[in-house]
């Protein structure tokens, strides 16, 4: 028998119930603010579900779901609803939007609207800027929690590379963990803008010191120097645009290429933390010049992501 839309609601309040009770605990006891709690756990209720701190970010993944706009309103607004109430937490503190990834990086970019609800919040000692209203993402990648820890954990004295920085997460630790120098890049002047307001907030920006770079990734990629960087970060888009190369890029089939220039621009013993979200994503370790890989995806999946993560994570050395 079907179940009529309060009973569907009821059991999306029991699943919501069940897996906060959990995903809380274990944050708890991580010491860890922001964190996933739901990931499209029943079909009927496709969102991807993020505490960071004391607000909530709800997207639902786009989906034919048959409804005529006004009903889809009032059913987005009921689970915000049931969400708040769950979390016992105002329903002003819940933000929805509905995920719509385009093709290649421009969709990470679209911008949906101009609210510019803004928060800090606290990860790993340093705190960052999100924005929960206007953009696909809220500006924290919170899968890659440990791997930013790891790549403090690595900095100090180090020449820093992060390549598709974003909002610069992966560069504020790295300056907190104390590299020598922090080069940050990106295509996005809007997320450069962000990655240097996130390094500021947490007193790390300095000059003389780190460097962000508004510019087309795969262009500095190709015309890397060499020898250069101790310590590269890339995490790149599945398919992308890009003026000069011949094709558009695709991960599967350029990644080859890709890690022979950063390993070209590396220093001898220097690091790559290469990662991508290509859900079939096969790394061609025969074609890569260097021995020394290592797949870290398991290493760097953070409690709330056990079972539910596509992306895939390497550290390689020169």
């Known amino acids: 028998m079907a179940l009529d839309v309060a009973q569907k609601q009821e059991m999306f309040e029991n699943r919501l119930r069940k897996m906060f009770k959990h995903y809380s605990k274990l944050a708890r006891r991580q010491e860890v603010a922001c964190y996933r709690f739901y990931d499209h756990d029943l079909p009927e209720f496709p969102f991807a579900i993020e505490l960071y701190k004391d607000v909530v970010h709800a997207a639902e993944y ?10 889809h309103e009032a059913w ?7 969400i708040a109430k769950v979390l016992e937490m105002p329903f002003e503190q819940i933000f929805m939007k509905v995920r719509q990834r385009k093709a ?40 890659h929690r440990i791997t930013r820890g790891m790549v403090r954990d690595e900095a100090k004295g180090k020449r820093v590379l992060n390549l598709f920085c974003y909002t610069g997460s992966f560069s ?13 890049v990106d295509l996005s002047k809007t997320y450069i803008n962000w990655a240097k ?16 770079v508004h ?12 020898n250069t960087f101790d310590l590269i970060i890339c995490d790149p888009p599945t398919f992308s645009n890009s003026k000069r190369m011949e094709d558009n890029f695709d991960v599967q089939r ?29 790394l061609d370790k025969d074609k890569i010049p260097t021995p020394h890989i290592k797949d870290i995806t398991a290493a760097t999946t953070p409690f709330d992501f056990q079972g539910r993560l596509h992306r895939k994570c390497y550290l390689l050395h020169k």
């Open 215 to 226: 510019d087309d990734v795969m262009e500095v990629i190709k015309d890397i120097p060499a």
């Open 197 to 212: 307001r996130n390094m500021q907030y947490n007193k790390l920006y300095k000059d003389d010191k780190h460097e962000f």
């Open 62 to 71: 786009k989906r034919r779901h048959g409804m005529e706009d006004e009903e």
């Open 76 to 82: 987005l607004n009921a689970c915000k609803q049931t």
């Open 104 to 143: 290649g990086r421009q969709g990470q970019y679209e911008k949906f609207g101009e609210e510019k609800v803004e928060r800090i919040v606290p990860e790993g000692d340093l705190n960052f800027i999100i924005n929960l209203t206007d953009y696909l993402d809220t500006g924290l990648f919170l899968d």
């Open 254 to 282: 350029d990644h080859v290429w890709l890690l022979k220039q950063l390993l070209k621009g590396c220093t001898e013993g220097g690091s790559i933390y290469f990662s991508n979200n290509y859900r079939g994503f096969e």
């Open 172 to 184: 504020v630790y790295a300056a907190h963990g104390g590299a020598a120098s922090v080069t940050s």
